[in-house]
């Protein structure tokens, strides 16, 4: 019986040994569907990100266009009256 009896605390070691590393399992399991969750929220964030940055780009090089066809066309014109006058 003796022998029978040193059975159990050994089993009851791998037992609790078995439960240690399930709830290990389960907790880094856990960590990593939270961070899944965190990186897809992230390329969400990032790809709204890069879809505005350009419209605002894009409007302020069509504002900065626009000045310089406006300067530009001023200039001109002003050159023709000068090269008028000149003549």
Known sequence: MEG???L????????SELE?????????TMKIQDL????ESL???????????????MEAFKILSEKYNSMRDE???????KLGKNE
């Open 43 to 57: 390329k969400f964030r990032l790809e709204k990100q890069k879809k505005e940055v350009p419209e605002e780009k």
């Open 20 to 28: 240690m590393l399930q709830k290990q399992h389960e907790e880094k």
């Open 75 to 81: 200039y001109n014109a002003l050159l023709a009256e």
């Open 36 to 39: 899944k969750r965190q990186i």
């Open 4 to 6: 029978g009896s040193s």
């Open 8 to 15: 159990f605390p050994r089993a009851n070691s791998k037992a």
